[in-house]
């Protein structure tokens, strides 16, 4: 589905679209037990969602519920605790102290358990640190200049400056089993399994656990019920991530109950699905955005070099009609009526600090052909529309344009884009493939590509993507190549302002900035559609990074 980043991708506290139609677990009773399947229409890469490679939003949806998180974002999009009781949090200096649930446990399939301790917070926090792994973020974690174990329950960590994202700090495989991975190269760990590497037997935190075996890679990944959950303990026995790349097959599935639940990108199928008999749909809108990303030079290439040049990049941004594409397929289709073009890759539209920065890339091809012509490129269109590819510096504007293939919009999208940018003269290959986000985003191997990034209601953290990626420690979800020093020193003076109108400030400052240069160009803020059989109570759409699986352990299946 869609790419994250660790817990760090930001979004703005946003009001959900109304919900078309809700279960709830209150209003009918269900045994407990039996199995749910969804349709996945992503295979995770590997399973350690804390390295490159590990960032596709479907293998966050598996590692979830089994590793648990300090702090989850919740539907309202707040932040409350979870594997912690509290956080203490002191100022001058800034400190956290978590005080982690007493009967919280790591359990071992077919073995004992062992508590949940200050030394589980702290060799996450090492670990995250440590430069010869190949971590995605350091964001927050960079900032901390100590830790101690105040009892096996209690640690605090002494930072150098305030972290302003601080509860998305801790998540998911960060608190990680300190007894499990002592000595383990965090690179192997946790690709194929969520095994102990000591033991290879699997281990859990969370409600579910994998079962040896459990990934039949290119079909299916199975989770079983944790027996010895330290929470309230699943109600299913099983939940099976059953892969159909494909979205157009997903909603076949559905209506055939070879699957009870899909979550898939917004797509032209989805509208009659509301009206099915059944099944139920909920519709949300939270910081999930799609845009498209230039390579500037990242990775091994072969490159065109004119994605380098501003005015190319520019000449793109001006020859998009971007709110036609909006309207054609989302609009007018149903799938999202109202839908606006979104003018800012950070702040979202329904925020009060939002500022539409690129609002000035409105569709103009005179001025997209007036650009190429200006910078000596010979051969394109004498008016828009006139047909014939420019070539610029001897290089032919011609650019491969990637996505992951089996999505029809998105399919839709780019030939709405390149019959655009034929009109004034540049081409737009298609490149699609089922690696885009897995492999060809992180090696840098495309030129333009369009994707969207799924986040939380925590603004903090945008250096990682957007900050000038170096050695092994800083801006490693940076796969463009793009780099401006201002930029980056203001989303890192960003993650320290506590202060929320400040922090919006500053970010704002950046975004500024950013748009004099187009290393991106947002499209529009993506709906969910969470979409599951009525036999199943207690889904309640989480249209952020959490996803649907946030309270997999209350579903229930009749």
């Not at 828009?384 to 990637?402: D, E, L, Q």
């Amino acid at each position: 589905m869609h790419l994250r980043k660790l817990w760090l991708l930001a979004g703005v506290v946003l009001a959900a679209l109304a919900i078309v139609t809700t279960g709830s677990a209150s209003q009918q009773s269900a045994n407990a037990g039996g199995t749910v399947v969804f349709g996945a229409e992503q295979e995770p890469g590997i399973l350690n969602g804390d390295i490159i490679g590990g960032n596709l939003f479907w293998g966050s949806m598996v590692i979830s519920p089994v590793f648990p998180s300090a702090y989850r974002v919740y539907p309202d999009f707040s932040f409350r605790p979870d594997l912690v009781s509290n956080v203490k949090v002191q100022t001058n200096p800034f400190r956290l102290t978590y005080y982690i649930k007493k009967n919280a446990v790591w359990y071992e399939a077919g073995g004992p358990t062992h508590p949940i301790t200050s030394a589980d917070f702290i060799a996450g926090w090492r670990t995250i640190m440590t430069k010869d792994f190949k971590i995605l973020s350091q964001v927050g974690y960079e900032d901390i200049a100590s830790a101690k174990a105040i009892n096996k329950k209690t640690v605090r960590f002494t930072f150098t400056k305030p972290f302003a994202g601080w509860r998305t700090m801790f998540s998911s495989q960060t608190v990680v089993p300190s007894f499990a991975i002592a000595g383990e190269d965090f690179n192997k760990v946790w690709i194929n399994d969520m095994n102990d590497p000591k033991t290879g037997k699997p281990i859990s935190g969370g409600p579910f656990y994998m079962p040896n075996g459990g990934w039949d890679r290119g079909k299916q990944l199975v989770l079983l019920r944790n027996p010895k959950f330290w929470g309230p303990k699943a109600k299913l026995a099983k939940a099976v991530y059953r892969f159909l790349p494909d979205t157009n097959t997903t909603a076949e599935a559905i209506r055939g109950r070879e699957v009870d639940v899909i979550y898939p990108q917004p797509q032209i199928f989805l509208v009659p699905l509301r009206h099915t008999a059944g099944i139920k749909v909920q519709v949300g809108r939270g910081p999930i955005f799609e845009h498209i990303d230039f390579n500037m030079g990242f990775g091994k290439g072969p490159f065109n070099d004119l994605l380098k040049q501003l005015w190319m990049r520019q000449a793109i941004a001006y020859g998009i009609d971007r709110k036609s594409v909006v309207q054609a397929l989302y609009t007018k289709t149903d799938i999202a009526p109202g839908l606006p073009v979104l003018n800012d890759p950070i702040i979202l539209t329904a925020s009060k600090y939002y500022k539409a920065h690129w609002k000035g890339y409105t569709h103009n091809a005179k001025k997209a052909i007036a650009l190429l012509k200006a910078h000596g490129c010979t051969g394109g269109p004498a008016t828009p529309g006139a047909g014939g590819v420019y070539t610029c510096n001897g290089v032919k504007a011609s650019f491969k344009f990637k996505w992951r293939s089996g999505n029809q919009l998105r399919q839709l999208s780019f030939e709405a884009m390149q019959a655009q940018l034929k009109d004034v003269g540049i081409q737009l290959v298609a490149d699609d493939t089922p690696n885009a986000l897995s492999q060809d985003l992180p090696n840098g191997n495309y030129d333009i590509i369009l994707f969207a990034w799924v986040g939380t209601p925590d603004i903090s953290g945008w250096d990682a993507i957007y900050g000038c990626r170096s050695g092994s420690d800083h801006a490693q979800d940076n796969n463009q190549g793009y780099c401006d020093q201002k930029v980056d020193r203001l989303l890192v003076a960003a993650n320290h302002q506590l202060d929320a109108t400040k922090q919006y400030n500053i970010t704002n400052q950046a975004l500024a900035q950013m748009v004099k240069q187009v290393p991106t160009v947002p499209l529009f803020q993506k709906p969910t559609y969470l979409v599951y059989r009525t036999v199943l109570k207690g889904l309640v759409e989480n249209p952020t990074s959490e996803g649907p699986v946030w309270n997999i352990n209350k579903w229930t299946k009749a």
